[in-house]
Every structure is written in structure tokens, then in C-alpha cells.
């Protein structure tokens, strides 16, 4: 997707920008480079089938420098039909966003099991660095529920739950 939107964003960018050239002046300091418009993690609760919200958002995004969003209503049914979520902007320690990539790839790796239950929603961490080859998705389907489950399973499921939490307990409101 990224490398779609790559030639026409090239293209767009050098017809506005004309032939000029622009310096920076000696001694003065160079701007930021723009920071990723990707995140790099991004932790989705879809709810139970019967719910009617249909304007799904991420919990949480977190991109790879730290920065992070919340949207703590994100699935919130009390939360009217028109009604945006909120959003608040934080961040994410590195160590953590670190651990919790390596902690994902390892996930998606084991089998989280499908319990014996329906229309429960789902819990999804997204792994989305530069390379789309190197993306991992851990999806749990019916959070909190094991009914059929095996033992490994269920541990697969507790290490899930315990890194989705982690995510969300780690960010720190921008103040």
C-alpha cells in the first residue's frame, strides 16, 4: 500500500515544488525529517457482532520514534453514531515498543485457538515496520472466553492479553 501511494505522491511533490531549490543557511539548524505516517504498532478491538458501532477506530497507534494516540471510546457503544471519538496524543516508551514488536512476531507465531463461542470481537496487535514483508498480525478471536481451548492455547492467549494490556498501560499522555 505504502509503495502504491509512492509515484504519486513523488509525482504531486515535484510539480508543486517547481525548479527551485531551497538551502539551508550555514550554521543554521536543519529541520526534523517528517515523521512516519505509518504506526508501527496499532492495537484494534473489534466488539461483539451485535454491536452497532460501525466507525471502528484503533485503541492505540504507536509509531516507531515513540509517539503514540489513544482513543480510549474507540468501541465505546455509549458513544453516539456522530460523535468522533476521542483522541489523545502521548507516547510509548521505546524499550517497550521494542519488546512488544519482538513480543508480536512471537505471538503470531503460536496458535491463540478459536473458542467454542461466536460474535465475541477480537483483539489485534498489527506489526507494520518499513518493509511490508516484515509486518505480524496476533489476532485473538473472542477475548475471555476458552471454552475448547488447550493448555497451550490458553497460555498462547494469556501472553496476548498481557502484552495488549502492557501497550495500553505503557502510554503517557502528552502534557
Known amino acids: 500500500m505504502r509503495r502504491a501511494l509512492l509515484l504519486p505522491v513523488l509525482l504531486i511533490s515535484t510539480l508543486l515544488a517547481g525548479t527551485g531549490a531551497a538551502q ?7 529541520a526534523q525529517p517528517p515523521a512516519a505516517a505509518v504506526p508501527l504498532l496499532t492495537l484494534t478491538a473489534i466488539p461483539n457482532g451485535w454491536q452497532t ?23 465505546a457503544a455509549d458513544r453516539g453514531p456522530d460523535a468522533e471519538p476521542r483522541e489523545v496524543e502521548g507516547t510509548v516508551p521505546g524499550d517497550v515498543v521494542k519488546a512488544a514488536v519482538s513480543e508480536t512476531a512471537e505471538l503470531a507465531k503460536l496458535d491463540l485457538g478459536m473458542p467454542s463461542v461466536s460474535d465475541q470481537g477480537s483483539h489485534i496487535i498489527d506489526v507494520m515496520p518499513e518493509r511490508d514483508a516484515d509486518a505480524v498480525h496476533a489476532i485473538v478471536y473472542a477475548p475471555g472466553f476458552t471454552d475448547g481451548l488447550n493448555d497451550d492455547q490458553k497460555q498462547a492467549r494469556e501472553r496476548f492479553d498481557q502484552l495488549y494490556r502492557k501497550l495500553l498501560d505503557a502510554f503517557e499522555e502528552k502534557r
Open 24 to 30: 539551508a543557511e550555514p550554521g543554521t539548524p536543519s
Open 53 to 75: 458501532r460501525v466507525d471502528l477506530r484503533p485503541e492505540l497507534q504507536v509509531y516507531a520514534d515513540g509517539r503514540a494516540v489513544r482513543v480510549p471510546d474507540a468501541v
